[in-house]
């Protein structure tokens, strides 16, 4: 195998919490709303995917489910995208990695800029032969939404939310309140991401126990993640944590919402926590991304109703270079 090959798959390594401040410089100049690559969902959903980080000429690729030939993928290269000629650079390095290890080149998630970049270049082969090999799935596009629009639920369009969230302040006016979540109360939000869980009955579903996985992560280490940009809210009711919304800055002007979950048994409940994290980012952030809907047509309504100011497309790439 040729040196250079071989360098390359000694870096092939496996995602762990304490790389998260080794892998952070990566992500200076790079700027992409969607949420797919954004350091701290990377970290929480490591085990999910079996990630594993591979540096390429100072780009770094996520690599998902790397000991399944047949399911593994990579990102798009995380890094200064102003760098055209390093860009493909490090891209013709990982076309060379998977030569070398005789698999099919497979790209998860990549944005329009760098799927044009890849058809400019020429690199997997004559463009009018691979356009066709890039598919497109809108149950992967991140929902993208104004904040305002979330805080204030003007007009007809948000007719429904606004009784659902009147509903709540009718039931409750007096009950509840809300906390950012800090290390005292972290584990209050754990309580109502374990009631979630029992009532979805999580022990059935594996994604859904690796959700919950991710979730314990962070509440359960609330330090670590609140000292790198991570925050959160929790809506009491009564007196006992029902609802809980956390995210981070995924870009200068928008917000992402990495987890919300609440408890069923409260009117209302949902429509609350989402204005209430809204509002409580309103003015720091112009847009909030609330991810995508993985097809599911309850959440897609739902994120649908809330009328989205633009959606994140994003691409796939499935080419054999054997």
């Known amino acids: 195998m040729d040196l250079t090959i071989m360098q390359i798959s000694i870096r092939l390594k496996p995602i762990y919490k304490k790389d998260y401040d080794l892998l952070k410089p990566y992500y200076k100049s790079y700027k992409s ?3 797919d690559y954004n350091l701290t969902n990377l970290i929480i959903w490591r085990n999910k995917y079996d990630l594993h980080a591979i540096e390429l000429d100072g780009y770094l690729f996520i690599c998902f489910y790397p000991n ?5 993928a990579f990102s798009e290269p995380i890094g200064d995208y102003s760098d055209e000629k390093a860009l493909k650079q490090s891209t013709l390095l990982l076309i060379e ?4 290890e005789e698999i099919k080149l497979k790209f998860r998630y990549i944005g329009l800029v760098y799927k044009n970049l890849l058809l400019s270049w020429e690199v997997l082969g004559d463009a009018n032969d691979v356009e066709n090999q890039f598919n497109t799935n809108e149950d992967s596009y991140d929902y993208c939404y104004l904040t305002e629009d979330l805080v204030n639920l003007s007009g007809k369009i948000y007719h429904r939310k606004k009784n659902n969230l009147n509903q709540f302040e009718k039931l409750y006016r007096d009950s509840n309140n809300h906390e950012p979540i800090n290390q005292d109360n972290a584990l209050d939000a754990l309580l109502v991401a374990k009631g979630w869980c029992v009532d979805r009955e999580c022990s059935e579903n594996q994604d859904l126990c ?3 996985e991710g979730i314990k992560d962070i509440l359960t280490d609330w330090m670590f993640y609140s000292g790198r940009g991570v925050e959160g809210i929790i809506i009491y009711v009564d007196g006992l944590p029902k609802a809980f919304s956390i995210g981070e800055p995924l870009t200068e002007d928008m917000f992402l919402i990495h987890i919300e979950k609440a408890s069923h048994d ?4 949902y429509a609350a926590i989402n204005h209430r994290m809204a509002a409580h980012v309103l003015g720091r952030f112009a847009f909030i991304n ?5 097809g599911l047509e309850g959440l897609r309504k739902a994120k649908q109703a809330y ?3 633009h959606m994140v497309e994003k691409w796939t790439f499935d080419h054999s270079m054997k």
């Not at 990695?97 to 070398?100: A, G, I, L, Y």
């Not at 409260?266 to 409940?269: D, E, F, H, M, R």
């Open 290 to 294: 609330r991810e995508q809907d993985l």
């Open 33 to 35: 709303e969607a949420h």
């Open 307 to 309: 009328n989205p100011h």
């Open 210 to 212: 690796k959700e919950f």
């Open 266 to 269: 409260i009117q209302g409940i």
């Open 97 to 100: 990695f998977c030569k070398s």
């Open 68 to 72: 399944d030939p047949d399911n593994t």
